[in-house]
């Protein structure tokens, strides 16, 4: 069974352009998760999709951060216009959902974002 | 809200020594408890967890913690390390229920040397 997976695995862009991060999750996972890491730092969760409902956004930093889950399969994160403190890495995990006291999260090998 | 607080940034360790990754945490509700690793290259593993019951967990790779409530940590440690134990390790909490958001420390590189 394919893992979560995450393209591209590096990117590099200027400041001011636009940048789409993809991630696919487990096959059947209803629960996508987006976190980052920025350098040295904590893994800090940015939001949390059921199916393609977004569950809980608080730790979106601002809207220039643009999350979806179209057809509740894979997920993008746009960022436009990024600027220099967006470079981290970003991770996406997953988990099936299916209502128990604990869902284990899955994670891909993350998206290492640095904006010059 | 959690907060987890690892207190060892790097820990430089021999093969075969014994190894204790510290970790303590905030939170002003029950949490669940977690330790991942990562090893260069990939993405965050599972280790270990506290849902509830026995405070000592037993993960896989021969890792362990202790759950100690009254003094908010859950350390983690191996009895004797191999080099292929060279990885970044991160503790976790997460509330549970419905809120299965995970916050983690700032995680701890273990280099372990021949």
């Known amino acids: 069974e394919a893992g979560v997976t995450q393209f591209p695995s590096h990117s590099v862009i200027e400041k001011g352009q636009t940048v789409t991060l993809r991630c696919d999750p487990i096959?059947?996972?209803?629960?996508l998760y987006w976190y980052r890491r920025v350098m040295g730092k904590e893994i800090k969760f940015l939001l949390h999709?059921?199916?393609?409902?977004?569950?809980?956004e608080s730790g979106m930093p601002n809207n220039r951060f643009l999350a979806e889950r179209t057809g509740g399969t894979y997920s993008t994160l746009k960022v436009q216009p990024a600027e220099l403190e967006d470079s981290g890495v970003y991770f996406c995990?997953?988990?099936?959902?299916?209502?128990?006291?604990?869902?284990?999260?899955?994670f891909g090998p993350g998206t290492r974002l640095t904006v010059l | 809200a959690q907060s987890v607080t690892q207190l060892d940034s790097q820990v430089p360790v021999f093969e075969e020594a014994p190894v204790e990754l510290r970790c303590n945490y905030s939170?002003?509700?029950?949490?669940?408890l977690f330790w991942y690793v990562q090893y260069p290259n990939q993405g965050l593993q599972l280790l270990l967890k506290?849902?509830?019951?026995?405070?000592l967990v037993k993960g896989i790779n021969g890792f362990e913690a202790e759950f100690n409530k009254s003094q908010t940590s859950f350390h983690l440690r191996k009895p004797s390390v191999h080099i292929s134990d060279t990885a970044e390790y991160f503790c976790?909490?997460?509330?549970?229920?419905?809120?299965?958001?995970?916050?983690f420390g700032a995680g701890t590189t273990v280099t372990v040397r021949a």
């Open positions: 506290y849902l509830s019951g026995s405070t």
């Open positions: 976790a909490v997460s509330r549970g229920g419905n809120d299965y958001k995970l916050s």
């Open positions: 096959s059947g996972h209803d629960n």
């Open positions: 939170s002003s509700v029950s949490v669940y």
């Open positions: 995990a997953s988990s099936q959902g299916l209502g128990l006291v604990w869902d284990e999260q899955f």
């Open positions: 999709f059921v199916k393609e409902s977004k569950q809980d």
